[in-house]
């Protein structure tokens, strides 16, 4: 099967052209299926594409002079979504130039143009978005909504659960992954209408790929027993950036107890393979690559930081969800609760009547 | 100056009257002014003291039979207030037979009880849960609420503010700590309200002993440049549970890493000294004891599954706040609040009329 080609925004993120190319290259090298048509400043792009035979051929130049800033308005940069490089890099996608796009740039801007040009899916009110992140199990796992959405209902953690369960099907090649709500200990508190109207209704939704299995506390998700963190927007960002502050944190007392002695700088050298080990493990660019779920089209986040490595992983977070036609697994997936609201008797769960509406 | 005897709940946590016994005598090693009231099964605990003569004269035993079980409803637990162990080691409090009140048991059991028996103080609507968190600094960071409470409007954030503020100015020795609300990254996005006026207001109030700083996002949490991090308890429960499970995540890869070849053991035994640091860093023990803010008294929450050097720890948070008179510096600072409230021109902020209310 031809892979459709990927839009890359060239210009967004931190390091900008030369680590976009270079990412994508890195992409082309693993899997030459890869196609790419690359927007931005043409100039800088060829230059960067100097270095990188194995683009020859496999990328298209889209010009453009617009770029949008990492700290502009999303309503702003709104207003240039058909001048600059990540709305022309979203309209390719729109307009079937592209089966996916790749942007390192403003988060909050991506998200706007993507969901103006893409639209939601049908079924889907609100897009999420999702990041796999490392566990001590076999697989990755999923957390959404990771910011797309402050607050979130319970049809719409209804919904990122199927959205979330489709992808981690996907990823861990698993039928029925675990979902779990994104909960605290405390009990008899309040505030948690939508969470419990939410179990209630994936509770009764025994037909979905999915196997709903309650909420989970912050510090269980990486330990490997859980597929599918569901959540709203904040807490989801809050949770997510915890993990990455903390594990940067913890490497980095590492380094300054290893670099505090002689002994302890020989004991590091000999133990050298090992801690490579845990690096590479928590290596962010590792584990690169956001996914806007609910949307006509696939558009990935790389982080704005990421190195060509982890531009490489973003570029293969799209294409895996092109080859593996995301989109229509989530489709199939809400005809299926569909058909579950249909066996719940009226009046059975107040839950269930807001998630029907 | 004499300090107010301790009232400790004998029978709360994993552990039981053992660790909690030898915690408050490795507390009393360390500082013999140490006075204490062990609430729980006589026998039991006269048991656990033959161990530690230093106990001896120290400590007088409540005796009681019944015990708050650590998945029970507070609701429930409320009810036996006055015939279970951290029920009477909370009114020890209130009847000033002790100055402060250290339970491992039950948080939400021990939150209602402490809120009944105690009442929140004059100019406090909610009490909060505090904790002090490692950072790359020099000090601790302190972050509320933790879960005392799902939901948080402008005013309760601003008095959370004061009260970690207040906390933090005997842990750090500042004059003025430097506060942050936590926040996410995204521009424009819904539900902030209530972050935004509590912005305003303590942007408002100069004359509060508190630098406010602004947002801050929650992977900058331990970075040492934040010494209080207020926010809602769902929000703060997440945080701190993500941030706890990410440390032990990184910890357990590590042990991985180090013991997968002989090398790589062979390299921990000779960097051990250094790899104890960073133990002793991470290990929560060294962290135990969080506190109730905003009650008539002082109340600590030991971790459920702290060892003896632990529960030490939540004894020493709670001298200290005795010591410091944390509840005097508390009223003292919301008197400044009020000042600054009439200071404020009328109409100059929606924020503030609400705050005044």
Redesign the interface.
């Known amino acids: 099967m031809s892979l459709p080609r990927i839009a890359i925004d060239a210009m967004g993120g931190d390091e900008g052209v030369r680590v976009m190319v270079e990412g994508a290259a890195l992409a082309r090298r693993r899997h030459d299926k890869f196609q790419f048509l690359l927007v931005g400043d043409e100039a800088r792009i060829a230059r960067a594409l100097e270095a990188h035979p194995n683009m020859r051929g496999a990328s298209e130049i889209l010009h453009c002079e617009d770029v949008v800033a990492g700290d502009e ?3 702003r940069a709104l207003r240039r979504a058909k001048t600059t490089s990540m709305g022309l890099a979203v309209n390719a996608v729109k307009e079937g130039k592209a089966g996916a796009a790749v942007s390192a740039g403003n ?2 801007a991506l998200m706007a143009m993507s969901k103006l040009a893409l639209r939601t899916m049908p079924g889907i009110d609100r897009p999420a978005l999702a990041a796999l992140l490392p ?2 199990g076999d697989n990755d796992v999923i957390m959404l909504d990771l ?1 797309a959405n ?2 979130a209902d319970a049809r719409n953690l209804v919904q990122f659960a199927i959205m979330g369960a489709a992808y981690s099907r996907i990823v861990t090649g698993r039928d029925r992954p675990r979902v779990h709500l ?1 909960n ?9 209408d939508r969470l419990r109207e939410a179990a209630t209704q994936l509770q009764n939704a025994t037909s979905l790929d999915l196997q709903f299995d309650g909420y989970v ?7 490997g027993e859980v597929d599918v963190v569901v959540t709203d ?3 989801g ?3 997510l ?14 380094r300054n ?2 670099t ?2 002689l ?2 700088k ?10 490579e ?2 690096r590479h ?2 290596d962010p660019n590792n584990h690169n690559g956001a996914v806007f779920l609910g949307l006509n089209g696939v558009v990935v986040k790389s982080h704005g930081s990421a190195n060509a490595k982890g531009v490489a992983n973003a570029v293969a977070v799209a294409a895996r969800l092109l080859e593996d036609n995301l989109t229509q697994r989530i489709t199939h997936d809400l005809a299926e609760l569909g058909e579950d609201r249909l066996r719940v008797a009226p009046g059975n769960s107040g839950a269930t009547d807001e998630g029907s509406q």
């Open positions: 308005l999303p309503s988060t909050g566990t001590l910011g402050t607050e994104l605290i200990g405390t009990e008899e508190i309040k505030g948690f506390e912050s510090d269980k998700i990486n330990r927007g904040f807490s960002n809050i949770a950036k915890a993990i990455e502050g903390t594990a940067r944190f913890v490497t980095d007392l590492l107890a290893f505090s002695s002994r302890s020989i004991g590091f050298l000999v133990s050298r393979p090992a801690t080990l845990l493990h928590l």
